[in-house]
């Protein structure tokens, strides 16, 4: 296995997660929060596909689908089309409503362009620095195994919010 392989194996789990976790809620589910600051399964999913969708594309250098594939438009959320949900509010968090269907598909869109990009890698390029705003500055290989990590873990969070509703 080479390193393209092995990260598209890693990124390739997040889809399939997702649609587990999605299957069958209705809106109220999607949207139900804990408590009045917890995030939602529609907001952590939506969260989780723009991190990936923002970060991935400033690798590559190509637009983001959120943009480019019209997700945004499509989508209607009252937010800056630059916004990730990194450092989003309480209520900004409740303003995501949006179906499964458009979740797994804007999730399924930035799947394909991230593993159309990973197939690309070679191994010398892991060491290729894209962030020099950290000390040491950040390489290719450690933000691609920052957002898969960040990733899987918004997705044990919806499977936890998951449980909630269906013992609620």
Request: glycine content about 8%; proline content about 4%; charged content about 25%.
């Amino acid at each position: 296995m080479n390193v393209a392989e092995l990260l598209i194996e890693a990124y390739s789990r997040i889809p399939d997660e997702a649609a587990r976790i999605l299957r069958g809620l209705d809106d109220a589910a999607l949207t139900y929060r804990p408590d009045p600051d917890a995030n939602s399964i529609a907001w952590l999913v939506w969260h989780l596909a723009r991190g990936q969708d923002a970060q991935v594309a400033a690798c590559s250098g190509d637009e983001q689908a959120w943009t480019a594939a019209g997700w945004a438009a499509r989508m209607g959320l009252p937010f800056d089309p630059s916004a990730t949900g990194y450092g989003q509010s309480s209520a900004e968090v409740a303003q995501v409503r949006v179906g499964a269907e458009d979740l797994l598909g804007y999730l399924g869109d930035v799947h394909r362009r991230t593993v159309a990009f990973l197939a690309t890698l070679a191994e010398e390029d892991l060491d290729r620095v894209v962030d020099e705003a950290w000390d040491p500055p950040v390489t290719l290989g450690v933000r691609l195994v920052s957002i898969v990590g960040d990733d899987l873990q918004h997705l044990g969070q919806a499977a936890y919010v998951r449980g909630l509703v269906q013992r609620a």
